[in-house]
């Protein structure tokens, strides 16, 4: 393919001097930073977080599936680009990706962190870093803020904040700090968020569910479990009434994939008909999955069922994404698939697929 797509979900590799150097001082000792163990190689450490973060998968893209791992990496062997704006040009041009909605790898982990002030620093050195490095590549790099949610009010002084530093939308991690997003307390927060026009993100493996890693037989059948925790999500605003109740609210489901939404568009529909009353279910004025084709938008890699199944989805809710710099990644062969995923497609339904929807969603000018 000639054309140039926009990548809904791409990520950063924090480097390893981004919290010492741009937390607030009082956090800095206590703040997360690299190590390097000689069986595991360079891991991030989180104060406060059992689990620590091998780096040999955040930035695995273009490797062979057998070389796979999650130890042995030093930063020194990944890819620049995940820190490096010039040499992040590169990486797009490679790819043909005109552009990128820039995601955290480490601050994904961080969303499950005990300590609502420790994270709420965390996400806010994180930002800071992240304006200065989107800085470096404007028009083609446009970063997605971490902000916390402790509460509502809070949430909504961290949705002003990110506005005001020229950030397009947010990222919220899968677990608020205060009941759940479906309760009343966070209309303020939604309304904010139309007035702002800042779509509210939520990607996987952010939820406390993910963070338990526990799963059945074999461990690869995990894998298969992480878009659960974002149905949950979806489900809780959609049967929470958020969507009824603030139907200009932007939710982007990120790295979900999107062939499944077919047939949960059925579930919830079947659920709500059928069960609604003793499940105790709000009346809603519209089917639940009307809801879903209004207000949720999905980003997604190579799956061949979300290109297949289009006219069964709001197309204008479709959002490409090449995940670079993840093992997940389809970066460097990203025109090559999409040749063949957009062989079908009318001029139209590519151009939304891949450009348009992204562009429109984000106020992006390229």
């Not at 000639?2 to 009082?26: C, G, M, Q, R, W």
């Not at 397009?168 to 700090?177: C, E, Q, S, T």
């Not at 200009?248 to 047939?263: I, N, Q, R, S, T």
Request: proline share 6%; charged share 25%.
């Amino acid at each position: 393919m000639t054309f140039k797509a926009i990548s809904a979900d791409s990520h950063v590799t924090e480097p390893p001097n981004l919290y010492l150097d741009f937390i607030d001082p009082k956090f800095r000792d206590r703040a997360p930073h690299v190590i390097r163990d000689p069986n595991r190689g360079d891991i991030f450490v989180i104060e406060g977080m059992k689990s620590t973060i091998p780096i040999s998968l955040v930035a695995a893209a273009g490797k062979d599936p057998s070389e796979l791992k999650t130890t042995g990496g030093k930063f020194e062997e990944l890819h620049r680009g995940g820190w490096d704006p010039v040499a992040r040009k590169a990486d797009q041009d490679t790819d043909g990706v005109a552009a990128e909605i820039i995601y955290p790898s480490v601050g994904m982990m961080i969303c499950n962190h005990p300590d609502p002030d420790y994270k709420r620093a965390c996400f806010d050195a994180y930002n800071r870093w992240l304006e200065e490095f989107c800085g470096g590549l404007p028009d083609r790099l446009f970063g997605m803020p971490q902000i916390t949610m402790n509460t509502p009010d809070e949430g909504i002084e961290e949705l002003r904040k990110a506005k005001a530093m020229g950030f397009r939308g947010v990222m919220l991690p899968g677990d608020p700090g205060h009941e759940d997003y479906h309760h009343p307390d966070y209309d303020a927060f939604y309304e904010a968020a139309v007035d702002l026009n800042m779509p509210l993100c939520f990607h996987i493996l952010t939820s406390r569910r993910d963070a338990q890693k526990t799963f059945r037989g074999p461990k690869i059948n995990a894998f298969l479990s992480v878009i659960r925790s974002n149905q949950d999500i979806i489900g809780t605003f959609i049967f929470g009434g958020v969507f009824e109740r603030h139907p200009k609210l932007k939710l982007v489901c990120v790295e979900a994939d999107a062939g499944w939404a077919v047939h949960y568009k059925y579930r919830i529909d079947h659920a709500y008909k059928r069960h609604r009353y003793w499940l105790q279910c709000d009346e809603l004025s519209m089917l639940p999955s009307e809801f879903f084709d209004r207000n949720v938008y999905m980003t997604f890699q190579d799956d061949w069922s979300a290109f297949k199944l289009r006219g069964h989805l709001n197309i204008e809710r479709l959002l490409w994404a090449n995940d670079f710099p993840h093992s997940d990644a389809t970066w460097p062969n990203s025109q090559e698939l999409l040749a063949l995923h957009t062989a079908d497609m009318t001029d139209w339904e590519r151009d939304r697929i891949l450009f348009e929807n992204t562009a429109e969603l984000y106020g992006l000018k390229i």
